[in-house]
């Protein structure tokens, strides 16, 4: 299988908790399908990522530096901005058999609108596998507090519809999903997939990740 890995918030974002959340999904991804390719999608494509977690990783929509984004729509979609990237994210969608959503795929940290913010990405991912028939699992998802836009909502209604599995980090989000009016049959709470990872005595990742974060164990 070809499996495409995404977050919309989440993953390849120098974050502890969100790395171990990546690490665990594809730990568990190479233990059940062992000859499996993963592709990686994210802002900023890393042979350091790639070698330390096993995968390829390609560039996403995001505009490399935040201000970069301001006042602006997806990397991509703006008068003037290249699109080498955009078709070779495309391309990865012919062959692929399925796209992993993960993460708080519906903050709203800043407004979700066209084309802006972190449900409106969810959902583009979302359009994509659709068009290409590449089936769509939302992994470890998080919704913290009640969403409150009517634009965050549609995003919300409409990648849970489409989305053939659903994992849960709590019953909060559980919870938070069904105030919308939303009552997904295929959603299971499977706990934070952060306590899910394989540390293993050779593995050289986790001895790394101690190493940059200066925690210094005996044994």
């Known amino acids: 299988m ?3 890995i995404t977050g919309a918030s ?3 974002v120098k974050n502890l908790g969100d790395d171990a959340m990546l690490l665990t999904l594809v730990q568990q991804i190479k233990e059940l399908i062992p000859n499996s390719e993963i592709v990686f999608i994210c802002r900023h494509p890393s042979e350091k990522y790639d070698l330390e977690f096993g995968f390829r990783s390609i560039k996403n929509f995001d505009h490399n530096k935040r201000e970069e ?3 602006r729509y997806f990397y991509g979609f703006n008068k003037g901005d290249k699109n080498e990237h955009s078709l070779k994210l495309i391309n990865e969608f012919k062959d692929a058999d399925l796209l992993i959503l993960g993460g708080n795929l519906f903050m ?3 407004d979700n609108s066209l084309m802006r913010g972190v449900s409106a990405y969810s959902t583009l991912m979302t359009t994509i596998a659709k068009l290409f028939g590449v089936d769509i699992v939302l992994y470890g998802l998080n919704v913290v507090s009640q969403i409150k836009s009517q634009t965050t909502i549609n995003h919300c209604k409409y990648v849970i519809s489409n989305a053939s599995r659903i994992s849960l980090r709590e019953k909060n989000a559980l919870d938070n999903i069904y105030r919308l009016g939303i009552q997904p049959s ?3 709470i499977c706990g ?3 306590w899910g990872i394989e540390v293993k005595p050779e593995l050289n990742l986790s001895k790394s990740i101690l190493k940059r974060n200066k925690i210094d164990l005996d044994d």
Do not use: F, Q, V
Request: glycine share 12%; aromatic share 6%; net charge neutral.
């Open 2 to 4: 070809k499996i495409l």
């Open 10 to 12: 989440t993953y390849g």
């Open 69 to 71: 984004s301001i006042g």
């Open 108 to 110: 709203e940290i800043s």
């Open 186 to 188: 295929n959603a299971k």
């Open 192 to 194: 934070d997939p952060a």
